[in-house]
């Protein structure tokens, strides 16, 4: 028996990295998966890893910066598996570089398919969970806006840290109704990590020296198990919280 036994999950950019990762490990807790995101193909290839190991999955083709896209996929989510019980905001436009090179299109891009386009998920997907008794969201950010230097940084973590700001709101708000919203602030071996890690080793080896458990986590082992750990029962009284998932590399105050 499952820890998520019965219940629906809403994962965006679920076609690969952290979101197929996280996919995986609720699909093995027993959820039954909406896998979400803008290429078809990917999103076949984790329905197709999740109904191998028995899991229930359906594809949902979803632009994120469109905000009728997310609420038909919602919708189509409640339609197809009976309701939502879970989001994972998990899909972004990452706007890195100097401060100076950010501008002003990126960064509404970036703030669209970031906070907007999640804050319009969570209110989407609240009366559904509210109806269903409550429900957990989690929204994933970055200790990048907790970075020793935050050089080339600024655009992505001030994207992400107004998720955390609507993410404590929202859990202060929604408490009531049942529904918990935490933060997940991962490090994983994403495909554009592990394009990093081969094309520019030593700086990747650097980066990994920071990190006291010297490694960088798995998408599915070190994050995807911990997040359907977050959104089960077995962590009913944890929210408004910001949880590191990055080996103890940052330091949040």
């Known amino acids: 028996m499952g820890k998520l036994d019965g219940k629906v999950a809403l994962i965006t950019g679920a076609g690969q990295g952290i979101g197929q990762g996280v996919a995986l490990a609720m699909a093995r807790e027993g959820a039954a998966i909406a896998v979400t995101g803008r290429t078809e193909s990917k999103l076949d290839d984790t329905v197709r890893q999740i109904r191998e190991i028995g899991g229930t999955a359906e594809p949902l083709t979803c632009d994120i910066a469109d905000l009728d896209q997310i609420t038909a996929t919602v919708e189509r989510t409640a339609e197809l598996l009976g309701g939502v019980d879970i989001l994972v905001n998990n ?103 592990a394009w990093w890690t081969e094309n520019r080793p030593e700086e990747a080896a650097e980066f990994v020296a920071t990190i006291p458990l010297r490694r960088i986590g798995d998408c599915e082992e070190d994050i995807g198990r911990a997040v359907a750990w977050i959104v089960s029962d077995d962590a009913r009284y944890l929210t408004g919280a910001t949880v590191p998932l990055d080996g103890g590399q940052a330091r949040w105050a």
């Open 91 to 193: 899909a972004s436009l990452n706007p890195l570089g100097p401060v100076l090179d950010l501008t002003a299109k990126l960064m509404e891009n970036a703030y669209r398919s970031g906070p907007i386009a999640a804050l319009h998920a969570m209110q989407t997907v609240h009366p559904i969970m509210k109806a269903r008794g409550g429900g957990s969201i989690v929204n994933m950010v970055t200790s990048a806006a907790v970075r020793w230097d935050m050089s080339g940084y600024g655009g992505y973590a001030s994207v992400k840290e107004a998720l955390r700001s609507l993410t404590r709101a929202a859990a202060s708000e929604w408490g009531v109704d049942g529904i918990r919203v935490n933060a997940v602030a991962p490090h994983a071996m994403s495909p554009g990590l």
